[in-house]
């Protein structure tokens, strides 16, 4: 069985016996299904899970064990996962057919999806015919990597999940990931944009993410999102790499990040440039000199809550 395949079931398994409650063209996924049993009272769904046709009762103990994962959750966290699982199970069929066979389908896909997914399939028919045979050949393991976020936090959790599959399953996933990262930077990026224009959740999920943020913080990433369309397209890469590493920040560490910014954007350019011109323009230090040896920082610049510690506000560490 081929690698992309057993991730996807092994990872879905649970909820995919479900499959058989909906028909090929029902309006609501198996995961819509599994969101409305999760959203019942306690009480309730285990009657719900009763009348649902599960073919083995192996199947039926993965989907109760789901259910009460996903009952134990934020409620806007499993939203925004059943919402995303739901999103792509209607999406990756239709990425599949031919333009002419695709009518019927579409007038299938819930409205809150339909016009997302045809605004995607404008631009999907204007790639090469081998980008998206190799696109969809990667969707499930770009999926898989992405589950669990940017960062060191996330390569734990990779090891830690990959440490529990089987051992054949456990060394092909390793083969794709060294694989994958033997790729130049270039066409990894290209590939993780191209992965996240089309198989990505779409705008509405997006807005729910935000929501995430506190009142403070999503004023700023809605200007910062409105100042993003501007840029080049250099411009925007600069900023997605940025982005990646505030993501990765703790609550404090971003709150101190935007108190600098701020204090750095009340500087006018005069004093800028000079700031700039010092930093720049100072020669190395001499032997047995350490960071005692820097210039102070501007007044206002230095985050009070850590005395010791320079703070650069236009470089996120």
């Not at 700023?220 to 997605?240: D, G, W, Y």
């Not at 005069?270 to 820097?294: C, D, S």
Request: with cysteine; charged share 30%.
């Amino acid at each position: 069985m081929k690698l992309r395949v057993t991730v996807a079931r092994l990872l879905l398994l649970p909820i995919l016996a479900l499959g058989a409650t909906a028909g090929v063209l029902a309006a609501d996924s198996p995961f819509a299904v599994f969101k409305k049993i999760v959203s019942l009272p306690e009480t309730e769904r285990e009657a719900e899970v009763g009348k649902l046709k599960i073919s083995s009762e192996g199947h039926r103990k993965l989907v109760q064990a789901k259910i009460r994962e996903y009952a134990a959750m934020p409620e806007a966290e499993c939203d925004r996962k059943l919402d995303a699982l739901d999103f792509r199970w209607h999406l990756m069929p239709i990425m599949k057919m031919a333009k002419t066979d695709r009518v019927k389908r579409l007038a299938s896909v819930p409205e809150r999806y339909r016009s997302d997914i045809e605004r995607r399939l404008t631009g999907w028919d204007q790639l090469d015919a081998g980008v998206r045979a190799d696109l969809l050949k990667n969707e499930s393991f770009f999926r898989y990597l992405s589950s669990f976020g940017h960062g060191r936090q996330s390569r734990v959790a990779l090891t830690n999940h990959m440490e529990k599959m089987p051992t054949r399953l456990r060394e092909g996933l390793e083969e794709r990931i060294t694989t994958w990262r033997e790729k130049p930077k270039p066409d990894r990026r290209r590939m993780t944009r191209q992965f996240q224009q089309f198989f990505d959740m779409p705008a509405a999920e997006q807005e729910r993410a935000l929501s995430h943020l506190s009142s403070w913080e999503r004023a700023r990433m809605e200007a910062s999102l409105a100042e993003f369309k501007a840029l080049s397209h250099t411009q925007r890469e600069l900023v997605i790499q940025s982005f990646e590493k505030l993501t990765n920040m703790s609550q404090g560490e971003r709150a101190g990040f935007f108190r600098n910014t701020e204090r750095w954007n009340d500087m006018n350019e005069g004093e800028r440039k000079k700031w700039r011109t010092l930093v720049t323009q100072m020669p190395p230090l001499p032997p047995g000199f350490g960071k005692q040896a820097t210039p102070p920082m501007p007044p206002g610049l230095v985050d009070e809550t850590k005395p010791r510690q320079t703070v650069v506000t236009n470089t996120i560490r």
